[in-house]
Nanobody, 115 residues
C-alpha cells in the first residue's frame, strides 16, 4: 500500500510563488511517473505536470514557463515549484504516482490565488 501526502498549499497573491511537496510512504517500488493534477470547483481534474523516473517532464500549456516539477533522488518525493501564480491557478492540487500498473493519489492540497 502506497500513501501520498501533499503539503505546501495555501493562499497567495497573484504573482506570488508556492512550492508543493508530495511524499510517498509504504511499500515503495520505483515509479514510472509521478505528477501533479488540479481540480477547480465545477471543473474536471486536469494534468498540471508529470515527471518520469528518467527525468522527462511534461507540462500543461497553461503552466509552461511558470511551474517546475522535480523529484528526489530516492524517487519517493516530488515537488512542484509554482511561480507567477494567477487567480486561474486556484484549485485543489493532487499528487499522482504510477508504479507497476498501480496509480495512487494523494488527498489534495488547496491552492488559492487572490487577485
Amino acid at each position: 500500500q502506497v500513501r501520498l501526502v501533499e503539503s505546501g498549499g495555501g493562499l497567495v497573491q497573484a504573482g506570488g510563488s508556492l512550492r508543493l511537496s508530495c511524499a510517498a510512504s509504504g511499500t515503495i517500488f520505483s515509479f514510472e511517473s509521478m505528477g501533479w493534477y488540479r481540480q477547480a470547483p465545477g471543473s474536471q481534474r486536469e494534468l498540471v505536470a508529470t515527471i518520469t523516473s528518467g527525468g522527462s517532464r511534461n507540462y500543461a500549456d497553461s503552466v509552461k514557463g511558470r511551474f517546475t516539477i522535480s523529484r528526489g533522488n530516492v524517487q519517493n518525493t516530488v515537488w512542484l515549484q509554482m511561480n507567477s501564480l494567477k487567480p486561474e491557478d486556484t484549485a485543489v492540487y493532487y499528487c499522482n504516482r504510477n508504479a507497476r500498473g498501480v496509480t495512487n493519489w494523494g488527498q489534495g492540497t488547496q491552492v488559492t490565488v487572490s487577485s
